[in-house]
C-alpha cells in the first residue's frame, strides 16, 4: 500500500522537542524524508535519526537558530541539497518563559518573540520561496497554541507571539492560496510535553488538576498533536488554508 507522503520531504523547526519528535517520526511513518533543525549540538539528534532510518527513510539534522533569517537561509538550501525539494514546513520551534508582564526582562521578552514569532516567518518564508520558484503546491503548519485566544497571565510573550503567528498564517495563506500552497495553525491545549510536563513532572498534584480543568478531562499527548498536523498536510487537502485547528479539548468554551 503506498504510504500518503510517499516522495516528499517535510521540514519541521524544533525537531528534537516532544512535539516535533513525534511529528518526524509520524510523517516518516508514512513515508516521508524528514529534514530536521534545532539548537541541539548534532549528537544529540542521532537516536531520532537511526529511528527514522529504521523506518526506511532518509534524515538529516541541522544545528540551526531559526531567530536567526540567514542561517535558516542555509539550513533550507542545505536540506534542499541532501534531500531534494521541501514539499511541507511545520514551524514548531518555541521557547516560554514563566512570567507575568511586571517580572519578565526585555531580553526574555524579546528572545520570546524572536523564536516563536520570527522564527516562524523565516522558517515558512525560506521553504514557500523554494516552492513558488519551482511552482510548486505545498503545506505549511504553524504549531500555534489556544493560549493565541485566551489571556494567560504568566505567560504573557508566548500569548502575544502565538497570537502573533495567527496572523502570519492568515496573511501567508491568503497570499500563497492562487499557488497551491496550504497555510494553516495547530492550536494545541494542554500538551503533556515540554516545559508543562517538566513542571508536572516535579508537581504531580498540577497535572492531575490540569486533566480535570479539560473538560475531555484528558491531556494531549504529543503523537496526537504529530497527527493532526499530518491531516493538515494530507495531499487531498486543495481547500483548508488559513484555518485553525483548535485541539485543547473544550478548554477554550470555558471563558
Not at 19 to 34: E, N
Not at 35 to 53: H, K, M, T
Amino acid at each position: 500500500m503506498k504510504k500518503l507522503f510517499e516522495q516528499k520531504t517535510v521540514l519541521i523547526s524544533g525537531g528534537l522537542g516532544d512535539i516535533g519528535r513525534a511529528t518526524a517520526l509520524a510523517f516518516a511513518a508514512q513515508g516521508a524524508q524528514v529534514a530536521i533543525g534545532d539548537i541541539q549540538p548534532a549528537a544529540q539528534a542521532q537516536p531520532l535519526l537511526q529511528e527514522l532510518s529504521e523506518l526506511g527513510v532518509q534524515g538529516h539534522y541541522t544545528c540551526v537558530d531559526v531567530a536567526d533569517a540567514a542561517a535558516v537561509d542555509a539550513w533550507v538550501a542545505e536540506a534542499t541539497a541532501q534531500l531534494g525539494l521541501i514539499h511541507m514546513v511545520v514551524a514548531n520551534a518555541a521557547t516560554v518563559t514563566i512570567a507575568g508582564l511586571y517580572h519578565i526582562t526585555a531580553e526574555q521578552w524579546t528572545k520570546e518573540l524572536r523564536i516563536n514569532l520570527d522564527g516562524a516567518f523565516y522558517v515558512s518564508r525560506a521553504v514557500t520561496s523554494h516552492l513558488l520558484s519551482s511552482q510548486m503546491t505545498g503545506s505549511v503548519v504553524f504549531v500555534g497554541s489556544w493560549a493565541a485566544e485566551a489571556v494567560h497571565p504568566n505567560i504573557p510573550a508566548y500569548a502575544v507571539s502565538k497570537a502573533g503567528m495567527r496572523m502570519l498564517c492568515q496573511c501567508m495563506a491568503l497570499e500563497l492560496a492562487p499557488h497551491g500552497i496550504m497555510v494553516n495553525e495547530i492550536a494545541p491545549g494542554y500538551v503533556d510535553a515540554g516545559v508543562s510536563r517538566q513542571v508536572w513532572e516535579q508537581a504531580p498534584a498540577q497535572r492531575d488538576e490540569a486533566r480535570k480543568k479539560v473538560p475531555v478531562k484528558a491531556l494531549i499527548t504529543p503523537e496526537e498533536v504529530a497527527q493532526q498536523v499530518l491531516r493538515l498536510c494530507d495531499p487531498g487537502n486543495k481547500h483548508i488554508t488559513g484555518s485553525i485547528l483548535l485541539m485543547d479539548g473544550g478548554l477554550s468554551l470555558l471563558r
